[in-house]
């Protein structure tokens, strides 16, 4: 089972940026897709943006040209670099890694980390 640990989330300005990180136990090159998916209160969890391992990113239409995945397979780590940020993008974070040595159904899932958009 491979465990995700989130960080980077808090409090920032509208217009401001975030880094969020995702740290696995195990080697992010043997996992089809990580990514980050996010949850507001009373929403529905939603998809913001995807790494294939191997193909192009994919990114939620809401956060195109603001929000930035990469990933780092040495450190086993992806980010989410969040610039120009809004108070709708207040959420829960979730990262998420999909196929490959990851065999539960529906992938495994970070516990989540805060970020509230807020003057």
């Known amino acids: 089972q491979v465990q995700l640990v989130e960080s980077g989330g808090g409090l920032v300005r509208p217009g401001g940026s975030l880094r969020l990180s995702c740290a696995a136990s195990?080697?992010?090159?043997?996992?089809?897709?990580m990514g980050w998916y996010r949850q507001a209160p009373g929403k529905r969890r939603e998809l913001v943006a995807l790494?294939?391992?191997?193909?192009?990113?994919d990114y939620a239409d809401s956060v195109k040209g603001r929000f930035t995945i990469s990933r780092d397979n040495a450190k086993n780590t992806i980010y989410l670099q969040m610039n120009s940020l809004k108070p709708e993008d207040t959420a829960v974070y979730f990262c998420?890694?999909?196929?490959?040595?990851?065999?539960?159904?529906?992938?495994?899932w970070g516990q989540g980390t805060q970020v509230t958009v807020s003057s």
């Open positions: 195990e080697s992010i090159s043997n996992i089809n897709v």
């Open positions: 790494t294939p391992s191997g193909g192009p990113t």
């Open positions: 998420v890694a999909i196929g490959g040595i990851v065999a539960t159904p529906g992938g495994s």
